[in-house]
């Protein structure tokens, strides 16, 4: 569960979001739309704890105040968003890098504790491949070097089976989505559901939202919320646009 009370975002003392209040639950998946320019990537950017907004007002994180901690401590609190870009890094696998997150959040959700062998770790990522119908042969490929977007996209929702987050917040990942990668998606996210986490949609992709079962509808305009409802709202916007 998030709660954002009162929360306001500015750069350069340009204000973007103007007291956003609300709190995405636990087991629900919330579609965020709006105009570009409304708000919705500053103010998920800003969740995260990005240095380049000034955030005021509070973020609860399953009863933590996580408002004033690092970027990195809210991901091992529960937090993920995905990349709006995800940037090709040549040098380092995909196995590593997982093995890296992993070995960061294991050191500091269990103190004292070993992180597991490379082998043993080797295994478990292995074990989620298939639920991601990604090869195992992708492990030892540069990072994102060359991928499709819907292979960069499966490797974000591999992290997020490893991390195993309380909140994800997913901005506008339909633009590397094809038909394969929006139904592992879906499956992904009715998993998340029944596991209790909180699921935050940036998206414009009607065919996206007919296809996944969204609870509730918030719509963004001028950083502020302009509307909220249940996903019937999708039907009124398809009809009328963001008036
Ligand atoms: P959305 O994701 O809804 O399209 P954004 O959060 O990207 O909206 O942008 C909201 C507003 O904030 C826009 O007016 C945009 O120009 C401004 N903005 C976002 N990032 C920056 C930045 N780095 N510098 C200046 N203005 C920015
Ligand atoms: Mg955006």
Do not use: C
Not at 109 to 115: E, V
Not at 192 to 210: E, M, Q, S, V, Y
Request: charged fraction near 25%; charge should be negative; glycine fraction near 8%.
């Amino acid at each position: 569960m998030l709660s954002l009370k009162q929360v306001s975002v500015s750069i350069h003392d340009k204000e973007i979001v103007d007291d956003f209040n609300y709190t995405f639950a636990a087991g629900e998946t919330i579609a965020i739309l709006g105009h570009n320019g409304s708000g919705k990537s500053s103010l998920a950017l800003s969740i995260m704890g990005h240095p380049r907004y000034q955030l005021a007002g509070t973020i609860i994180l399953d009863g933590q105040d996580i408002s004033g901690v690092s970027p990195t401590d809210r991901h091992i609190a529960g937090l993920f968003l995905s990349f709006q870009n995800i940037p090709e890094i040549p040098g380092i696998r995909v196995s590593e890098y997982l093995r890296t997150i992993y070995n960061t959040h294991f050191a500091r959700q269990h103190i004292g504790t070993k992180s597991p062998s490379p082998f043993v770790f080797r295994r478990m990522i292995e074990k989620l491949l298939p639920w991601l119908w990604l090869d195992q042969s992708i492990l030892d490929r540069d990072l994102f070097v060359g991928f499709s977007g819907g292979e960069k996209r499966r490797i974000e929702l591999l992290q997020v089976a490893l991390l195993d987050p309380s909140v994800i917040i997913l901005d506008e990942i339909d633009s590397g989505l094809d038909i394969d990668a929006i139904d592992i998606l879906r499956g992904q996210i009715d998993m998340w559901r029944l596991a209790g986490k909180t699921i935050i949609l940036i998206t414009h992709n009607f065919h996206l939202l007919d296809s996944i079962d969204v609870d509730r509808i918030i719509v963004m305009r001028d950083g502020q919320i302009e509307r909220e409802g249940d996903r019937s709202l999708v039907e009124t916007i398809r009809r009328e646009g963001f008036k």
